[in-house]
């Protein structure tokens, strides 16, 4: 464990998976939020849209997911998930979407589109391990770290935020506690030194050791560290 600190991302179980996901699911103005989206640390306009947001899939009630407008990600997170997280303006902005066309129950999840401006300077890139570097017509700035080294002295002031290097989303472990103890559903909490193969991952009981197979193509989970 990297100083309590975990790397906090959506995570899509194998079921519905993105394949199908992606016959149900769809912002039916994509191009307006495509065409009006600033990086998090910018504000964003007066007039931007509010994200209309069409799943379909009647089963759907992940509390966290990711979806595109074009190429571009938004992170959506249920209400209950909101109310797990507990976080003031100061560290996330959410934003409104429009799911009147969905389903019953991904309509009842109330999502919002989750920004987080909060900026920390957390990582060590020098003592960091990358699977590639500096690979010709890749943008400057991919990094594709296997490990990414915490500082020692890394003190953040925010429970939820991007680290200034690597720019991923990274939480506190009592963010991360609060939000396993209510059973929300779609995100992992990594941690940031192994992020590879194996991966280890927060979960209720503590750190548990993911280990792909491809052999079998599944994954084996493992307990390493029971935390109370």
Partial sequence: ??????WFTP?????????RLGQYCRFTNDEELFHGWRAPHESLPSNFPT????????????????????????????QDLRDAMALGPHDVQYLPVD???SAPLPRSKNYMIMRVPAVEDIS???QSDYQIR?????????KFPTRIAI???????HEVFRDSFFGYVFCTERLAIRVLQQRCTGMRFFDPGYLDNPMRIRTLRGIEEETWDPAQEKSHTKL?????
């Fill in 1 to 6: 464990m990297s100083n309590n600190i975990w």
């Fill in 134 to 142: 500096d690979i010709v017509g890749l943008p400057k700035d991919a």
């Fill in 99 to 101: 799911a009147s066309l």
């Fill in 11 to 19: 995570w899509l179980p194998d079921e519905p998976g993105l394949d």
């Fill in 124 to 126: 060590d890139p020098d």
């Fill in 224 to 228: 390493v560290q029971t935390i109370p």
């Fill in 51 to 78: 994200a209309r947001l069409e799943i379909t899939l009647e089963s759907f009630s992940l509390d966290c997911f990711v979806w595109a407008a074009r190429t571009r990600g938004y992170t959506l997170v249920s």
């Fill in 151 to 157: 500082r020692e002295d890394a003190e953040p002031k």
